[in-house]
């Protein structure tokens, strides 16, 4: 078979391709994403420094020995994945949908899930990488001790929260250009992240405020980690995790009319 | 068929390949690291304290002892321990060689006792086990407490501690007997608020529901209506659950018997009972956890400080002898003979009596007064036999407790070994040699911190203590700060700023310890651990302003044990200025005053209140 064959649209149907050549391509694709993220320093540096240098402000100096370094450690952890997640699937699918970058790997055979699978890997490694700083800090600097299965439960709570924010992500960046997709993305990113109160803790914020944070999908995934803790503000864990689903579903079903219609 | 060719990559560029090893490699660095994540200390010393006793055995047999294995003796048996269960119990059981074997001659192995009456608090779970108590049936805590020693209880629990099972918040109304420890409780206001009520607490944890049915003694106290006790025995009954009360007055006890009530978790106390009573309750099926230690410590403490004394003195630590050395107020105007002709008739009649001892209330201390207890209901018609059975198999058996309260295959290894035969004589239960619980051996000293010789200051000629004109130092150099509930495991926050010149102490107070406060605290010597002598001063004054709720100060002194005692004060929009005599301060050593603390407590939610001007004169 002739390789203008295999790239020729429409794509082979998958059902004729192996499994194990399936998941190479997914493979690569992921491995190229990473590489092209990281490489992109203006993106990479700030989502992998601020939230350790946010959390050593305010969560280590000036909130050691005051039972503050574990509740940041748990919000500024929730901001760090946000942020990996909405950057990267913001701006990146926006930046990939205006150079023409997506639509030249439709008219690939490359498995069309594949472009998602690979952003969601990144978004997931650089999660873990901030977890890691952020887990460094808090163990040394914060003295912040849980027990072995709170800091496991704290990863995997984070880290499953990558997913309602890149579908939040994906509904941005099948909307805006490539140019504004930073601006907006911290339009939404940082006031939501202050409001659900990933940087001050939400009981210090003003009754009204705390109310309204309820209302923001942050909030869900930070009293998600924090009730790993034990330091949630008690409402039901299932309420945030429907609002979290409820989120992923309509941003998917957003980014799916954005795409669509381009 | 064949498949597209996708061109393979062959010469794959560097970067590709560390892309691929981040892709495995950072997450499973991030695994690996939660896995190494330092750990509270607690669970630090608990590992190392059982790797001293070798926990990685919980394997063993005791021989040549008597048996009691809940319900009937075995004059020799052996029980056989394996990875914390009982393995296997009988008079000639093949074990193997390289099993170890503890000698039992002389003694006797009975089930760790459950005490069907007590309300957890602080080190009692740790204090209990030490008494051989290895199961304590709680009738009323924070549920965090008891959703903390959940997640354990259901393998071979936590290391040193005895189990938890509990009724979480008991249902009572405003103002009702259970509202008055400061513990916000939620309230049944109504018989259609039973069901949802009922359900809060079994998703909390709840084991069972307890009722206070509490008309006050002497004085008047509201207390729930017969339509709204009858919901709740039959929501829990709807849901599940069984349902106890709590009843000091025998026609409340009648009628929650009648009314389908499981259990009374104490003897009524007003009077005596009549045949046709007695028969009602007979009928009911309901249980009586007498709690006669804790009756008879409004009577007369002096049988309880006189076992302190004995070979259980030794196992006290400091909080259990500060609960045993509180009393009652001495007003109670109560004969002695009516709980203890009571048991005795219900004993008579075959009414399952349980053993509790209602710790940590005055007079009592954890584990330590269900031996007391024990002894108390030999003394009031039942057999060691009945006595022993009252806190082991029966108590497993109403409460609903399962793999305790048994030496039977499959239970947990919870053990204990005393010299003689408390069958005959049940004051061997105090003679404890060995305790294990879920087959690790249980260290029977209590750690007794000697009491520090605290260093004391003269108190400075300048009375004042702070006026946040500078910031947040005091003048004694000390700065204040947070206090807040966090190391009870609460979650109450608080701030603090100095704002004109005034401290400005913001917060919350939020459901987590059982007591929450939150609130400001500076120490009042050189440095902390400086006692200062203010034993020629009269007073503490300052002046205030806040929301409208009330606040306390507390002051500390001496060594800092147990609860320092509070005042508390009201706050109004207007600065007010207070004074509070140091005397009103019961327990606290103006000689030896080591800090003070303002704080809200009690209600939960946001507060306000500032502080000026601080005092001492």
Redesign the interface.
């Known amino acids: 078979?002739?390789?203008a064959?295999?790239l020729s649209p429409p794509c082979?149907s998958t059902a004729?391709?192996?499994l194990s050549?399936r998941l190479?391509?997914y493979?690569?694709e992921?491995?190229?994403e990473?590489?092209s993220v990281?490489r992109q320093l203006d993106f990479s540096l700030p989502t992998l420094l601020f939230p350790a240098m946010f959390y050593l402000f305010f969560g280590v100096l000036f909130g050691k020995g005051?039972?503050m370094s574990s509740y940041l450690l748990a919000t500024y952890g929730a901001f760090g994945v946000i942020g990996t997640a909405l950057f990267g699937f913001g701006v990146g699918t926006a930046v990939a949908r205006e150079s023409g970058e997506l639509r030249l790997k439709q008219v690939t055979?490359m498995p069309a899930g594949a472009f998602l699978v690979s952003k969601i890997?990144a978004a997931?490694?650089f999660s873990?990488?901030v977890?890691?700083e952020l887990?460094?800090l808090a163990?040394t600097l914060g003295g912040?001790?849980?027990?072995?299965h709170q800091?496991?439960g704290?990863?995997a709570v984070l880290l499953l929260g990558t997913l309602p924010f890149s579908a939040f992500g994906l509904a941005i960046g099948t909307h805006v250009s490539g140019k504004g997709a930073p601006a907006v993305v911290n339009l939404f990113y940082l006031p939501m992240a202050f409001l659900s109160g990933l940087w001050i803790?939400i009981?210090?914020l003003p009754?009204v405020m705390q109310k309204l944070a309820f209302a923001l999908p942050p909030f869900h995934l930070s009293q998600l980690a924090l009730g790993v803790i034990?330091?949630d503000?008690?409402y039901?864990w299932p309420i945030h995790v429907a609002v979290l689903a409820a989120v992923t579903f309509i941003c998917l079903g957003i980014a799916a009319r954005g795409y669509r219609r381009r | 068929?064949?498949?597209?060719?996708?061109?393979e990559?062959e010469h794959r560029?560097k970067?590709?390949r560390?892309?691929?090893l981040?892709?495995v490699g950072?997450?499973t660095?991030?695994?690996t690291?939660?896995?190494l994540?330092?750990?509270?200390?607690i669970?630090a010393e608990a590992s190392q304290e059982s790797a001293e006793t070798n926990s990685d055995s919980t394997s063993f047999a005791v021989v040549n002892a008597r048996v009691f294995d809940g319900e009937r003796t075995h004059p020799k048996a052996t029980v056989w321990v394996e990875n914390g269960h009982i393995q296997a119990m009988g008079p000639d059981l093949e074990l193997p060689d390289d099993l170890e074997r503890v000698d039992g001659s002389g003694h006797t192995l009975m089930p760790g006792l459950l005490d069907a009456h007590v309300h957890t608090w602080g080190s009692s779970r740790a204090d209990a086990v030490r008494f051989g108590v290895t199961t304590v049936l709680d009738q009323f805590t924070s549920p965090?407490e008891l959703q903390k020693a959940r997640k354990h209880r259901d393998g071979t629990g936590d290391a040193g501690l005895a189990d938890l099972f509990s009724a979480g918040y008991l249902a009572t109304v405003d103002g009702g007997h259970g509202t008055q420890f400061g513990m916000p409780v939620p309230q049944v206001a109504s018989p259609e608020a039973a069901d949802a009520w009922v359900k809060a607490r079994k998703?909390e944890g709840s084991d069972w529901i307890k009722i206070v049915v509490e008309p006050g003694w002497g004085q008047s106290l509201p207390t729930l209506d017969p339509p709204t006790i009858a919901a709740l025995i039959d929501a829990a009954h709807r849901q599940g659950l069984k349902a106890v009360v709590h009843a000091s007055l025998l026609d409340d006890a009648l009628r929650v018997a009648e009314l389908g009530a499981d259990g009374l978790v104490h003897v009524w106390r007003d009077r005596e009972i009549d045949d046709a009573e007695l028969e009602t309750l007979k009928r009911s099926g309901i249980f009586v956890v007498p709690t006669l230690v804790v009756v008879e410590g409004m009577v007369d403490p002096e049988p309880s400080m006189a076992l302190a004394e004995g070979p259980l003195g030794s196992s006290l630590s400091a909080p259990q002898r500060a609960s045993l050395e509180r009393r009652f107020p001495p007003s109670t105007k109560l004969d002695w003979a009516v709980p203890t002709q009571s048991v005795r008739r219900l004993a008579e009649a075959g009414v399952p009596i349980l053993a509790g001892s209602d710790a940590p209330n005055p007079s009592t201390a954890f584990g330590f007064s269900l031996h007391r207890e024990l002894q108390l209901l030999t003394e009031n018609g039942l057999s060691p036999e009945q006595a022993l059975r009252a806190a082991t198999s029966l108590a497993a058996d109403h409460f609903g407790v399962p793999k305790r309260g048994r030496i039977a295959e499959g239970q947990l290894a919870d053990l204990v070994l005393v010299a003689g035969d408390p069958t005959a004589d049940i004051t061997a239960t105090q003679r404890i040699r060995k305790v294990w619980k879920s087959g690790r051996p249980v260290k029977l000293a209590a750690e007794q911190q000697a009491a520090p010789e605290i260093a004391t200051a003269p108190a400075p000629d300048d009375t004042l203590l702070a006026d946040f004109d500078n910031g947040l130092s005091s003048r004694s150099g000390q700065a204040w700060m947070?206090t807040?509930d966090?190391r009870m495991?609460g979650?109450s926050?608080v701030?603090l700023q100095v704002v004109d010149g005034a401290l400005r102490i913001t917060?919350?107070l939020?459901?987590?310890a059982m007591f929450p406060w939150a609130g400001a605290m500076t120490f009042l010597g050189p440095n902390p651990s400086v006692a200062v002598d203010f034993s020629a001063r009269k007073e503490l004054s300052f002046r205030a302003r806040g929301d409208g709720r009330s606040y306390s100060v507390m002051l500390f002194s001496g060594d800092m044990q147990g609860i320092p005692p509070s005042l508390t004060f009201e706050s109004s929009d207007d600065w007010t200025r207070i004074t509070l005599p140091l005397k009103g301060f019961r327990g606290a050593e103006p000689a030896k005053l080591r800090a003070v603390s303002f704080a809200a407590t009690g209600q939960l939610g946001?507060f306000r209140f500032e502080i000026d001007d601080v005092e001492i004169r």
């Open positions: 078979m002739s390789r064959q295999a082979p004729s391709v192996s050549r190479s391509a493979w690569t992921s491995c190229y990473l590489v990281f005051s039972g055979p890997i997931l490694v873990c990488i977890l890691i887990f460094l163990a912040v001790r849980f027990e072995a800091w496991l704290l990863a803790p009981t210090m009754e034990q330091l503000s008690g039901p | 068929m064949s498949e597209p060719a996708i061109p990559h560029p970067a590709l560390w892309a691929g981040s892709i950072i997450p660095l991030l695994l690291m939660t896995l994540m330092p750990t509270p200390e669970t965090t998703e947070k807040t966090d495991g979650k926050v701030d917060g919350e939020l459901q987590g946001g």
